[in-house]
Nanobody, 116 residues
C-alpha cells in the first residue's frame, strides 16, 4: 500500500533552517508528482511547493519563494523540502502528498514551529 512518512520537523528560531524529508513507498515514485502542503492552526491546508516526476519541474507558493527549495531523489524514493529564513508565520504541520494535482495520498505530517 502507499506510504508517505515525513520527518525533520522541530522547533527553530526565526531565521533558522530545517530540512524535511518524505520517504515514499507503494507506488512508482519516479513518475509521480510530489508536493508539500502545510496547515496552520485555524487555517486551511495550503500548497507550499510541488515537483514533477520525470521532468522535475517545480512550483512554489509566493510566500516561500526564495526561501524554500523542493527536491527529490528518485533512487531513495524521497522528496525533500529545505526551509531557510524561517519566520513565525511558517509555523504549521507540513504534509507530503503524492498525486498529479491535488494529492491522492498524504503523509501523517510533521510539525514545524518557529519561535524565539
Amino acid at each position: 500500500q502507499v506510504q508517505l512518512v515525513e520527518s525533520g520537523g522541530g522547533l527553530v528560531q526565526p531565521g533558522g533552517s530545517l530540512r524535511l524529508s518524505c520517504a515514499a513507498s507503494g507506488f512508482t515514485f519516479s513518475l509521480s508528482r510530489m508536493s508539500w502542503y502545510r496547515q496552520a492552526p485555524g487555517k486551511e491546508r495550503e500548497l507550499v511547493a510541488g515537483i514533477g516526476g520525470p521532468g522535475g519541474d517545480t512550483r512554489y507558493a509566493d510566500s516561500v519563494k526564495g526561501r524554500f527549495t523542493i527536491s527529490r531523489d528518485n533512487v531513495k524514493n524521497t522528496v525533500y523540502l529545505q526551509l531557510n529564513s524561517l519566520q513565525p508565520e511558517d509555523t504549521a504541520v507540513y504534509y507530503c502528498g503524492a498525486g498529479p494535482s491535488t494529492p491522492n495520498y498524504w503523509g501523517q505530517g510533521t510539525q514545524v514551529t518557529v519561535s524565539s
